[in-house]
């Protein structure tokens, strides 16, 4: 949830700081270090002295500059800079002087991306390109849907069910196409998802959540007038835990019909047990997963809590709302996925019956 508020603070800050320049620049030369004393401009953070400058040349639009970069008395806040590197650049008006802001990272991520490509096209060939696809997808169901629609002011716990609906949908029947094994991890997938949206609205709610996990949101308040903030959380847990769902959802019914094909003669509670014992096995592994995932997203904030152990009880700690939003989320989460098993088992059972009626029915009148 952090990173939908922080990306729709970005959103803001395109037209909140429209009247500055950014460009980027590519280092040809590090000049030398200087002291404090010769820096033109102060960019620091606040309570942050200054000890040092660097000063580079770098061009920017076919022209080079001599830049300044300052160099703070905590690490944290510099930037480790060298010839060649792509940095980003501003600069508030055109009779002020270029300052660097960050490292561009874009072709990294390029290249992670393209990586990531190569390998799922390399192990799945036509189905990775489908499962790729779908990705873009929804990506693409997540900026363009979601988020507008939650910014003009509609409800985010719909607008994920739908986004979440949407992207199981059109995800498995890329995969598995419009077969008995599609349609019953649609359904599995969109019920343990529904079900784990509904629970988290319920507890968020029972639990006196205002929606501002931190204290560093609640300084976008003014910024989110008019967005449903409390149910945020729910509708993230929606979005995150969709994946891990539908994982578990399409495997069960991917092994279920495997099962039917190689013995037909089965019956539907057996294919149904059959489907809880797959099931029971993928828990403990989809579970710690999609925990995991959330322990991996806070550890920095694990950490602060380390670090804050003996000032303060354990009972105040727990009660912090960020900390009870990341056990909410791994909770809710998991139980989804407990939900999307027995689901998912029973409607692969039903329709196997229903299946397995009409094949016979087709076998008797075309002989």
């Known amino acids: 949830m952090k990173k939908l508020i922080l990306g729709i603070f970005l959103i803001f800050s395109i037209f909140s700081f429209?009247?500055?320049e950014y460009v980027t620049g590519k280092i040809i030369k590090k000049v030398g270090s200087y002291s404090k004393n010769s820096i033109k401009t102060e960019i620091k953070p606040d309570g942050e002295e200054i000890k040092d400058v660097e000063v580079f040349y770098i061009k920017i639009q076919n022209k080079i500059h001599r830049i300044e970069f300052p160099i703070y008395t905590v690490d944290a806040f510099n930037l480790t800079l060298k010839k060649g590197d792509e940095v980003v650049l501003c600069r508030e008006d055109e009779n002020s002087n270029y300052y660097i802001t960050d490292v561009d990272r874009r072709d990294d991520y390029i290249l992670m991306g393209v990586i990531f490509s190569l390998l799922t096209l390399a192990l799945a060939k036509k189905k990775g390109a489908k499962s790729l696809l779908a990705l873009l997808i929804t990506v693409w169901l997540i900026f363009y849907f979601f988020i507008p629609c939650t910014m003009k002011g509609y409800s985010p716990i719909l607008i994920s069910v739908i986004t979440a609906l949407l992207s199981s949908i059109i995800t498995i029947l890329f995969v598995a196409g419009f077969t008995h094994k599609g349609v019953v991890a649609i359904i599995g997938s969109v019920g343990g998802t529904i079900f784990s949206g509904v629970l988290s609205y319920l507890l968020i709610n029972k639990m006196n959540f205002s929606g501002y996990p931190t204290l560093d949101s609640i300084t976008y308040i003014d910024m989110l007038q008019g967005i449903k903030i409390k149910e945020l959380v729910p509708a993230g847990i929606i979005l995150g835990s969709m994946g891990a769902i539908m994982d578990v959802s399409?495997?069960?019914?991917?092994a279920l019909t495997e099962i039917r094909e190689k013995n037909p003669s089965l019956g539907s509670k057996d294919i149904y047990n059959s489907g809880l014992n797959i099931g029971k096995d993928m828990v403990g592994t989809m579970i710690n997963t999609l925990i995991l995932a959330y322990i991996g997203s806070s550890l920095f904030d694990m950490i602060i809590i380390n670090k804050n152990l003996e000032s303060l009880p354990f009972i105040r700690l727990l009660n912090y709302e960020f900390i009870g939003v990341e056990i909410l989320k791994s909770f809710a989460g998991s139980i989804g996925i407990l939900i999307?098993?027995?689901?998912?088992?029973?409607f692969g059972a039903h329709?196997?019956?229903r299946y397995r009626d009409l094949k016979n029915l087709k076998s008797k009148f075309f002989k």
């Open 351 to 353: 329709l196997h019956r």
């Open 250 to 254: 399409m495997s069960i019914s991917s």
């Open 18 to 20: 429209a009247k500055e």
């Open 340 to 346: 999307s098993i027995p689901l998912t088992a029973y």
